[in-house]
Nanobody, 113 residues
Framework: VQLQASGGGLVQPGGSLRLSCAAS????????MGWYRQAPGKQRELVAQ???????YYADSMKGRFTISRDNAQRLVNLQMNSLKLEDTAVYYC????????WGQGTQVTVSS
């Protein structure tokens, strides 16, 4: 498996989740990595990205709520999501930037009361 995302689930508004992604060496090495999401009926969008040296970028609606990190030794990319909102409901995927064709199955995040 090239990209294995995990950690999704059902959470109430205001709650938290931590997503994790294990990437293959060919995808992870020396590349920026990102978390993307796709909500029903919407296009996939970039949520956050992290470069090999740890620099980060967040989409505006995620700033202050989400934190992306990477473990280069373990080839892991994590996304800590706090203060979750209903509109954060989506399937979350990890991939490189630019993304490869290997999206993996993603992990479902459902925010609901």
């Amino acid at each position: 498996v090239q990209l294995q995302a995990s950690g999704g689930g059902l959470v109430q508004p205001g709650g938290s989740l931590r997503l994790s992604c294990a990437a293959s060496r060919s995808i992870f090495r020396l590349k920026p990595m990102g978390w993307y999401r796709q909500a029903p009926g919407k296009q996939r969008e970039l949520v956050a990205q992290v470069t090999p040296d740890g620099s980060t970028y967040y989409a505006d609606s995620m700033k202050g709520r989400f934190t992306i990190s990477r473990d280069n030794a373990q080839r892991l990319v994590n996304l800590q999501m706090n203060s979750l909102k209903l509109e954060d409901t989506a399937v979350y995927y990890c991939n490189a930037l630019p993304p490869t064709a290997q999206w993996g199955q993603g992990t479902q995040v459902t925010v609901s009361s």
